[in-house]
C-alpha cells in the first residue's frame, strides 16, 4: 500500500493585512508539503461574511502570496473557502443535534465571565455549562431570542503528540467546556467549521500558531464525534516577535506586507523569515522554491521567533 500523500494548509482570517508572523505560518506550511512532495491548500477563514473589509483583505492577501511565489493546489478555489460552506456546517450542527450533542445558550457576554473561571494556562473562559442544566430540565428558549448554541463534551481525556510542543492533553469537560458550535447570529463557530474543513479536504498536517494548541483537542474529540478522519499531524510554531521581544500583530503597520513590500523584494522577505526561523544561517535574499532544499521540521524552533531584518 502507497504512502498517503501529504496534504497541507493555510487558512489565513482576512482581518487585515498579512503580516510577518503570517507569512512564516504560510511559508512553513508551504514549505513542509513541498519538501515532502505533497499538496498545500488555500482556505480563506472568512465564516463572518458581513464583516467589513474582508474582501479587500483577501484580494490583497492572495496579491500577497503571489508575490511570494507561494503558489497553492487548485489555486484560490472558493469552494475551500468557509463563506462558501454553510451547507456543509449546517448538515454537520444537523448530526450533532440528531444526537442530543447541541442546546441554547442566552448567556451574555459578562455573564459568562462573571461565572466562569479562566483556565490557569491560558486565561481562557471555560463554560459552566449553567444552561445545560436548564435545557436538561426542559427550558424553553422565550420568543423572539436567538440563543447561541453550544455542544456538551464529556468527562473525557483527549491526548495527542503535537510535533513541536510534544505531548498535550486536555481533559474537555475541566479545561474545554461545553463550547459553541453556532453564534447567536446564526454562523457557524471556528471550532466546527474547521474541523470540519481539515477533515473534509483530507488534511494530513496542521501548521498554525501556538496560541491555537488548546483548541486542539476540541477538533480532535469533534472529528471523532462526527465519523471523521482529523490530520494526522500537528504543529504548533512559536510566535513571532519583534527585537524587543514583543509578539506581532496585525496593527504593526511598518512590518505588514504593505509596508514590506516598499522596502524589500520577494526574496529578501522570505529570506528574513528563513533566517529568523533558523533555516538559513542569515537574512539573504532567497526565493521559496529554492528555500525547500533547507527545510526540515526537526530545525524548527521551540521558543518564540526573534525577528532577523537586514
Not at 261 to 277: C, D, F, H, N, T
Request: with cysteine.
Amino acid at each position: 500500500m502507497s504512502e498517503k500523500t501529504v496534504v497541507g494548509r493555510f487558512a489565513p482570517t482576512p482581518s487585515g493585512r498579512m503580516h510577518l508572523g503570517n507569512v512564516m505560518c504560510a511559508l512553513v506550511s508551504w514549505l513542509s508539503a513541498r519538501s515532502q512532495g505533497g499538496k498545500i491548500l488555500l482556505r480563506i477563514e472568512d465564516l463572518d461574511t458581513q464583516r467589513c473589509g474582508w474582501e479587500e483583505n483577501t484580494r490583497l492577501l492572495i496579491d500577497d502570496l503571489n508575490y511570494l511565489g507561494l503558489e497553492f493546489d487548485g489555486g484560490y478555489d472558493r469552494s475551500l473557502w468557509q463563506s462558501a460552506r454553510a451547507d456543509i456546517y449546517a448538515e454537520t450542527f444537523e448530526k450533532l443535534r440528531s444526537e442530543g450533542l447541541v442546546y441554547p445558550c442566552l448567556c451574555t457576554r459578562s455573564e459568562l465571565h462573571a461565572a466562569t473561571a479562566p483556565h490557569l494556562s491560558d486565561g481562557r473562559y471555560v463554560y459552566d455549562g449553567r444552561c445545560y442544566k436548564k435545557f436538561l430540565k426542559g427550558y424553553k428558549i422565550p420568543d423572539g431570542a436567538h440563543p447561541s448554541m453550544r455542544v456538551h463534551v464529556p468527562d473525557k481525556n483527549i491526548s495527542f503528540e503535537d510535533g513541536i510542543c510534544g505531548f498535550y492533553s486536555e481533559n474537555l469537560a475541566r479545561d474545554c467546556g461545553d463550547f459553541v458550535v453556532r453564534r447567536a447570529d446564526g454562523i457557524y463557530a471556528y471550532q466546527l467549521a474547521v474541523t470540519v474543513d481539515d477533515c473534509l479536504s483530507g488534511v494530513t498536517e496542521v501548521f498554525r500558531g501556538r496560541d491555537l494548541l488548546s483548541s486542539t483537542p476540541c477538533q480532535l474529540w469533534l472529528a471523532e464525534t462526527l465519523g471523521l478522519e482529523p490530520p494526522a499531524g500537528y504543529y504548533h510554531i512559536p510566535l513571532m516577535t519583534d527585537a524587543d521581544g514583543r509578539r506581532l500583530s496585525k496593527r504593526d503597520a511598518d512590518l505588514d506586507m504593505g509596508a514590506l513590500r516598499r522596502k524589500y523584494s520577494p526574496e529578501m522577505i522570505i529570506g528574513i523569515v528563513a533566517a529568523s526561523l533558523g533555516l538559513i544561517g542569515k537574512p539573504e535574499p532567497i526565493g521559496a522554491n529554492d528555500l525547500i532544499a533547507f527545510f526540515s521540521k526537526d530545525k524548527l524552533p521551540r521558543n518564540d521567533v526573534r525577528l532577523r531584518l537586514f
